[in-house]
């Protein structure tokens, strides 16, 4: 369920989500109407993709910079309007893929559950969305994880985890957690199961693996694959200021709220910083006009000098999880290739996967 569903989140009224809601579609025309002074025709690759590049940027800026100035009631009213116009969009768009989802429920936790149509799934990717772990539900990720399980053939199960200021940590690693070790109950071999993340999700996943040698019941799956991951929490490096004017994200991200009072130093929190011997090889995608390129850029060091075999893919020109948000871009069509032989590769000598791990969940 999307925040604004739990007994728990309190929403705005209407007249203010109106209100809120005008004030967005003004904020986003506005947005457009910068575009032509932008040189948008500009970079690396045709006109029109360096447009849609442009256009892109500009609006999800916008989008993202004003609903993150708004009060956490209104902010979720408007979360709530945009799940609920995915419920109506996308269901057409994941069947073009020749996927099927349902929404489910894995270890207490609620998700939706994509599989391929047709034949069976050849692994499980348990995948934490973005919001920067404090926004967004699964349903609005449809399209891409849709493309995920097209492009992988695995079932992808995206968990609905609690999501801050209403949950602050731990609360999403727990849900995350219990869906992990549901999975592992139901028969899905390590050797078969995925981790995957973007933004927030794909730090959330990152601090998943840092816990998982505590937790008796869990297993380290047989990969991370990681898209513009939130992996230090500090926000102190470079490029988080020098890209402030390129990326999408506002320049005020948000993570007192998630924390709670956790030092963002803490290696659980931030990946970058803490030891990464024990993480599985690791597929990570960024671009390099994004404010978290220079933590990453650590983070994948790190694993790399801790001997854990990394998939580093730096786009450049591109920002914040563009393959999600420009699935028609190079750049994002060379992600998902990596992302398809990263996934062949892991699972070339793997175990069956029981067809009770995915069969039944959401029936």
Same mark, same amino acid.
């Given at each position: 369920?999307?925040?604004?569903?739990?007994?728990?989140?309190?929403?705005?009224?209407?007249?203010?989500?109106?209100?809120?809601?005008?004030?967005?579609?003004?904020?986003?025309?506005?947005?457009?109407?910068?575009?032509?002074?932008?040189?948008?025709?500009?970079?690396?690759?045709?006109?029109?993709?360096?447009?849609?590049?442009?256009?892109?940027?500009?609006?999800?800026?916008?989008?993202?910079?004003?609903?993150?100035?708004?009060?956490?009631?209104?902010?979720?009213?408007?979360?709530?309007?945009?799940?609920?116009?995915?419920?109506?969009?996308?269901?057409?768009?994941?069947?073009?893929?020749?996927?099927?989802?349902?929404?489910?429920?894995?270890?207490?936790?609620?998700?939706?559950?994509?599989?391929?149509?047709?034949?069976?799934?050849?692994?499980?990717?348990?995948?934490?969305?973005?919001?920067?772990?404090?926004?967004?539900?699964?349903?609005?990720?449809?399209?891409?994880?849709?493309?995920?399980?097209?492009?992988?053939?695995?079932?992808?199960?995206?968990?609905?985890?609690?999501?801050?200021?209403?949950?602050?940590?731990?609360?999403?690693?727990?849900?995350?957690?219990?869906?992990?070790?549901?999975?592992?109950?139901?028969?899905?071999?390590?050797?078969?199961?995925?981790?995957?993340?973007?933004?927030? @999700?794909?730090?959330? *996943?990152?601090?998943? &693996?840092? $816990?998982?040698?505590?937790?008796?019941?869990?297993?380290? #799956? +047989?990969? =991370?694959?990681?898209?513009?991951?939130?992996?230090?929490?500090?926000?102190?490096?470079?490029?988080?200021?020098?890209?402030?004017?390129?990326?999408?994200?506002?320049?005020?991200?948000?993570?007192?709220?998630?924390?709670? @009072?956790?030092?963002? *130093?803490?290696?659980? &929190?931030? $990946?970058?910083?803490?030891?990464?011997?024990?993480?599985? #090889? +690791?597929? =990570?995608?960024?671009?390099?006009?994004?404010?978290?390129?220079?933590?990453?850029?650590?983070?994948?060091?790190?694993?790399?000098?801790?001997?854990?075999?990394?998939?580093?893919?730096?786009?450049?020109?591109?920002?914040?999880?563009?393959?999600?948000?420009?699935?028609?871009?190079? $750049?994002?069509?060379?992600?998902?290739?990596?992302?398809?032989?990263?996934?062949?590769?892991?699972?070339?000598?793997?175990?069956?996967?029981?067809?009770?791990?995915?069969?039944?969940?959401?029936?």
């Amino acid at each position: 369920m999307v925040m604004a569903g739990r007994p728990e989140v309190r929403t705005a009224s209407g007249p203010i989500t109106a209100v809120d809601t005008l004030a967005l579609a003004q904020q986003l025309g506005a947005a457009l109407a910068r575009v032509p002074f932008r040189h948008p025709l500009r970079g690396g690759s045709t006109p029109w993709a360096n447009l849609g590049t442009s256009v892109t940027r500009e609006v999800v800026r916008s989008f993202m910079g004003y609903t993150s100035s708004l009060p956490v009631e209104e902010f979720r009213s408007i979360e709530q309007l945009l799940d609920d116009l995915c419920r109506v969009v996308m269901p057409p768009v994941v069947r073009a893929f020749d996927v099927d989802q349902r929404p489910a429920e894995l270890g207490g936790v609620p998700g939706v559950l994509f599989v391929p149509r047709g034949h069976a799934p050849r692994g499980v990717i348990l995948y934490l969305h973005g919001g920067g772990y404090i926004g967004t539900s699964p349903t609005m990720y449809s399209f891409f994880t849709a493309r995920l399980c097209q492009e992988t053939r695995c079932a992808v199960f995206v968990a609905d985890y609690r999501l801050a200021p209403e949950f602050p940590y731990p609360a999403g690693l727990e849900d995350a957690a219990a869906v992990l070790a549901e999975l592992v109950r139901r028969g899905a071999p390590s050797e078969r199961l995925f981790l995957a993340g973007d933004s927030g @999700g794909g730090g959330l *996943a990152t601090s998943l &693996v840092l $816990a998982t040698p505590s937790h008796v019941d869990l297993e380290v #799956p +047989t990969g =991370v694959i990681l898209f513009s991951p939130e992996v230090d929490l500090r926000l102190d490096q470079p490029s988080v200021a020098d890209n402030a004017a390129r990326d999408i994200l506002p320049w005020n991200i948000p993570t007192a709220a998630y924390l709670h @009072g956790v030092d963002p *130093a803490d290696g659980s &929190v931030s $990946a970058a910083v803490a030891e990464l011997g024990d993480f599985p #090889p +690791t597929f =990570v995608a960024w671009g390099d006009e994004e404010m978290f390129r220079d933590p990453i850029r650590e983070f994948v060091a790190r694993l790399e000098k801790a001997g854990v075999p990394t998939e580093p893919h730096e786009a450049e020109g591109m920002f914040h999880v563009f393959p999600i948000l420009m699935p028609w871009a190079d $750049a994002s069509r060379a992600v998902y290739r990596g992302v398809a032989r990263f996934v062949d590769a892991r699972l070339e000598a793997a175990p069956h996967l029981h067809p009770r791990a995915v069969d039944g969940i959401g029936d």
